[in-house]
């Protein structure tokens, strides 16, 4: 709730000096030229998207670069959908990765603990898919659960 208050109060004072400044029909212009720029950004982000999954599957990026990279280009885009100057300027920052270099070294991604090692494999074959998923545990087992959900629905066509 605290941060809510902190960007509403930045967002106000910014909006209005800025507003005061270059007046209420260019505000009108920035505020439409933003959000034309932040939908264009997230239409061809799958475009991107595509090109980093590719990158992610061969090994290429590892997966903190994979989220640092794509995240930031959809934060930011959405950032500049919304109206205002404090949201535009944090958008710009996120479509030039500045704060998503910064909030990854303040938030750090949870790495397995007690040993734990994730393996998983994937094929794609047009007439096969293969899925494995090897979990070797080596410590504590006494809150492990493994699900396999099979549906066997035909009537939903996709």
């Known amino acids: 709730m605290i941060y809510f208050l902190i960007y509403l109060f930045l967002e106000v004072m910014i909006s209005t000096f800025l507003a005061s400044s270059i007046g209420g029909m260019n505000t009108f212009f920035e505020i439409l030229v933003s959000a034309v720029i932040g939908i264009f950004i997230l239409k061809n982000f799958k475009l991107s998207l595509t090109q980093s999954i590719s990158k992610a599957r061969t090994g290429q990026i590892t997966q903190e670069e994979f989220i640092k990279t794509n995240a930031g ?69 006494d809150e492990i659960i493994d699900v396999e959900i099979i549906d066997d629905n035909k009537s939903i066509k996709h």
């Open 73 to 141: 280009r959809a934060i930011g885009a959405v950032f500049l959908i919304i109206p205002g100057f404090f949201t535009d300027i944090l958008g710009i920052l996120f479509q030039f990765s500045f704060l998503v270099v910064l909030f990854s070294k303040i938030f750090k991604f949870k790495t397995p603990t007690n040993g734990t090692t994730y393996s998983t494999h994937f094929e794609y074959n047009p007439k096969n898919f293969s899925h494995t998923n090897n979990t070797t545990y080596k410590g504590k087992q």
